[in-house]
């Protein structure tokens, strides 16, 4: 009896060890393919990084850009460094090459003054360009009230659930955005209605530290056949900053701030191997869009007032995809966030993503353990949260309960609405 049950545990304890071993050299094994599939996303980066318009490849050579940029309390990043690198691009790309249209409005520091600089310079050197200081504040925004001057309701404007204004509603944050976003694309029209110059691709510039090569990298993406081509932004790295508006190939917000951050198997395997990564949405402080979707009229937008109304709100920057997909077909298989591309919003942000030698923003030890992490949240958290869940059910309420408007309640950008109410406030916006 006694020698029966030494051997049970004998054998339970053999087992144990063999397995024990076995999880081991899993471990190892995985560890050394990670490592390896490392060193091929490390030589990538530095692959589709290109530092000189000369290795372009040929499609983007000689391109017109049409460079646009809107500001508000930005006078720090635009003085810093910001400034500098937009002269530093226009010498790489060419003045001949170029517009940039610069929209500043109501900032609450000497942005206004920086800005009157530079455009001085951009005069100077001829350099084509466009610079509009708007006056108007916030505060001027929100005082103009909910109704316009003859007692109409002014689009923007919603009830929510916090005190409100004087009027008892609150104006929102996106479609002030997208207007904004709008008038500094005046000039790209006027120019082609006036003296019949167009132009190939908008390039969209943030607030952000960046300097030529990221350009010229970011215009290089899948050799320049692309509808739309994203940075990389970030503030505190290692996390990614613009969740609002990225999603992976499969319309999925992302699984984790931190690297390969994507959930879908296409863009995942696509930002582990350092490759364009195919999106459905970006923006990402730094992006280059066809323009051919907006000479055919596509525009930044909103939601309605009617489903922001139900605590829900969508990025115009994701929502200017799920339009371009409907204005020009098959747009949607050819956006891109470029891995090689990164741009900060701070120095250090910049700074800390271009790294070593070989100006990485991802060590191994980071890569590893993005690996596993990733691995580990997609098998234990749902495709599909509860938050995502009740947005679908918000959504279709809305619909249901305009059946009998004039209102067509329909929305496209499904995939870019979340959960959320931003209004605009008189020193910047806030979630309600």
Known sequence: MLLRSYRRSSLQRRLLRLLFYALVAFFVLDLLTTLKHYREFTRNLLTHTYTSPSVLPTPVQNQKIFIVAQFWTNARVISERWGQALLDLVGVLGKENIYVSI?????????????????????????????????TTHADEINA????????PRQGWIQTTSVGTQWGKEMRRIPYLARLRNTSLNPLFRLRDEHGQRFDKILFLNDVVFRPQDVLTLLATNQGSFSAACALDFHLPPAYYDTFALRDSERLGTIQTFFPYFRSQESRESMLKGLPTKVTSCWNGMIVMDSTPFYDGLQFRALSDSLASKHLEASECCLIHTDMNITSPGS?????????????????????THTGPGENFVSATQYVTGVWTNRLRRNILPRETKTMKEVQRKMERWVK??????????????????????????????HV
């Not at 009230?145 to 109409?152: E, F, H, I, R």
């Open 103 to 135: 929209y500043e409005s109501g900032s609450l520091d000497n942005t206004k003054d920086v800005l009157k600089m530079l455009d001085d310079v951009l005069e100077q050197n001829n350099i084509p360009h466009q610079t509009i200081l708007d006056p």
């Open 401 to 430: 309960e305009g059946a009998n408007s004039l209102e067509k309640r329909e929305e496209t950008g499904g995939l870019c609405v979340i959960d959320e109410q931003h209004i605009l406030i008189w020193n910047g916006w806030k």
């Open 332 to 352: 949607a298989d050819r956006i891109y966030v470029n891995p090689s591309v990164r741009v900060g919003y701070t120095v250090e942000a910049y700074t800390t």
């Open 145 to 152: 009230g909910p109704l316009d001057d003859q007692g109409n």
